[in-house]
């Protein structure tokens, strides 16, 4: 397949030169842009516009019409996997998704299957190739799942938890039918992003929004381990690059480097500098500005982006810096403040260049 | 003031040798406890517990009469000071704590004033030294209050929040009303601290639950460098140690064990063997059992338990380990597996030294 005409994010996530630090944002089509509320109005719900390639499609590219971002996600949910092996995914008004079945006994683990992305999940993949089209080529389209631990979570809780009681019982009382889910699951998000490749995702992302929920030793068996396991799975013709994101995850990093993805995401908790050290020329570092900084003043938001790519430090060969927010960009986001980030990234990343190139070295 | 009969808590934060693991839980007086349960029907609500200081120090007692724990903690609310504000603290059925006024803007913030602990704070002060009394040098008591940072979010966001954006849209736009609120907030934990000291504390703890909420830099800025001006207004007329617990602060570990606390608490995310390796020899380290792993088979809890001793490792001079959880105890835990927590840290740990003693060294 041929290189978009804006290839910026993927020779960053390669860890190749590029003119300016590309800058995505996690949920940059989303509730903060009255357009987004007007597509969802007109669908009548998140999970009709998630299940219709046309409008899942037109949510994706709004972001793009308005600012110079580097690259488009997918509009999707990150529960469609489990939907698809038969739970029953819902929202109910205000609360978040919720599951009709939940998954807490062995009965439950040994009816779990993976399911055939072309069936199942063909919604999902019809929309990437649409997308795919729609982009005609402008940036990279980016194909994303939940990781195994963090669909496990919705699994088994089924809906979001403040406390992760009922999959922590799970895990510290059955851990043999908590590694049997993460596994079905691994197995399952592998053979969905592969789809989403094929159909013509040029990178993909995992999120483990809950990964920093588990204990040290738990993470690293029943997150980091499954998403080995999605890493092992994966055919990607060409080298199509993967980004692992671990939310609370700063404490794993080296080894979530060590993992075999190309790129890892962190949050605001983490100092750039100090994760690029412990990173090294392994991977390359997406994040990671907090989204909350985006409700302060212009001048202010230019600040915080300032901070961050200097924080990261001068372009060097070997390391690659995608800017993004550390979570997904707040409903209550300001517009105009998206357009003075993406801006200010794209300005001071090229004068940190020319700077770069008229110091000696640093 | 004398020593406790049982002193090795302190000498744990003191980083003195000890006999066994030295281990309390964080709110250890709670809802899974059913005579906590009776105490607080018979009170008609949470408040009237912490502002009675018969009932405050009858749930201090009641689960050091169930377990061999090695330390007492205060029972009381982190909002206690917010509430000697002025703020009203209230809490709304099933909602958790509330404020009548919120802090958002300069005239709220020009507002705030340190209570006198020994006006406003009166019901505290007195709870600590009616337990102290009731305690008869058993084990030591710990005083805490919740971080400058911690308070400010429930005084800005008026409750609990998912995003702190108030809270977090106040320190982006107005950095100077945020420092104005967390410095008055330190000198006013300072001198709540230092009246429990005075009342009979023995150790003080300082929660900030919130502070891994914060990108990094305004962690520094806004809840360690306030913590900071809390132990400096600290009179510790017997050297009484202090913990300082970040929630969700594992990635700044190290400058929290140079702030000059006694110890640090750690969340379970953390590995007990790499912090101590950070921590070195300059504070004590405490914690951090996933509280959910209280939720498995008795056994399993045992063999958690061990697993925590056994990654913060051997006993050695200039180390000190107290056992925690690494956050509130939940109230869905059974009873019964406290006692085996408890006494698995007790046995181990003297196995351990045991071991230590025998071996030629690690």
Chains 1, 2 share one sequence.
């Not at 590029?18 to 996690?26: D, G, K, S």
């Not at 719900?45 to 046309?54: D, G, I, Q, V």
């Not at 088994?156 to 596994?183: A, C, N, Q, W």
């Not at 070997?318 to 409903?331: D, K, T």
């Amino acid at each position: 397949m041929s290189q978009p005409a804006n290839d910026t994010f993927l020779r960053a996530l390669r860890r190749e030169p590029t003119e300016h630090t590309p800058v995505w944002l996690m949920r940059q089509a989303g509730r903060y842009l009255p357009e987004y509320k007007a597509s969802r109005a007109r669908a009548g719900s998140f999970l009709a516009l998630c299940k219709t390639p046309e409008l899942a499609c037109e949510v994706t590219l709004q972001p793009l019409a308005r600012y110079p971002l580097d690259a488009a996600i997918l509009f999707s949910d990150i529960l469609t996997v489990p939907d698809a092996m038969g739970l029953g995914l819902y929202f109910a008004e205000g609360e978040g998704p919720k599951f009709e079945r939940t998954v807490r006994d062995e009965a439950a683990v040994r009816k779990l299957a993976v399911p055939d992305p072309s069936v199942e999940l063909r919604y999902v993949i019809d929309a990437v190739r649409t997308i795919r089209g729609a982009l005609a080529g402008r940036v990279p389209l980016i194909g994303f799942s939940g990781s195994p631990w963090t669909l496990a979570c919705y699994m088994v809780e089924g809906g979001g938890s403040d406390d992760f009681r009922h999959v922590k019982t799970l895990l510290y009382r059955r851990p043999d039918l908590m590694s049997r889910i993460v596994e079905i699951n691994a197995d399952a998000v592998a053979a969905y992003l592969n789809a989403q490749i094929e159909a013509g995702a040029q990178a993909v992302m995992i999120f483990d929004s809950w990964g920093g929920a588990l204990a040290d030793g738990a993470y690293q068996r029943f997150s980091l381990g499954p998403i080995r396991r999605v890493l092992a799975g994966l055919k990607r013709p060409n080298d199509e690059p993967v980004i692992v994101f671990t939310k609370g995850g700063g404490m794993w990093l080296d080894e979530i480097a060590a993992s075999g993805c190309d790129a890892v995401g962190v949050d605001w908790t983490v100092n750039l500098g100090k994760a690029r050290a412990m990173v090294g020329a392994r991977c390359a570092i997406q994040g990671n500005l907090d989204p909350m900084a985006l409700m302060a003043e212009p001048a202010q938001v230019r600040a915080e982006a300032i901070k961050v790519l200097e924080d990261f430090g001068a372009p060097q060969a070997g390391a690659g810096h995608v800017f993004n927010l550390g979570h997904g960009i707040s409903q209550h986001t300001p517009p105009d403040n998206v357009a003075e980030l993406v801006d200010a990234v794209h300005q001071h990343s090229r004068k940190m260049r020319v700077r770069g190139e008229s110091a000696s070295s640093l």
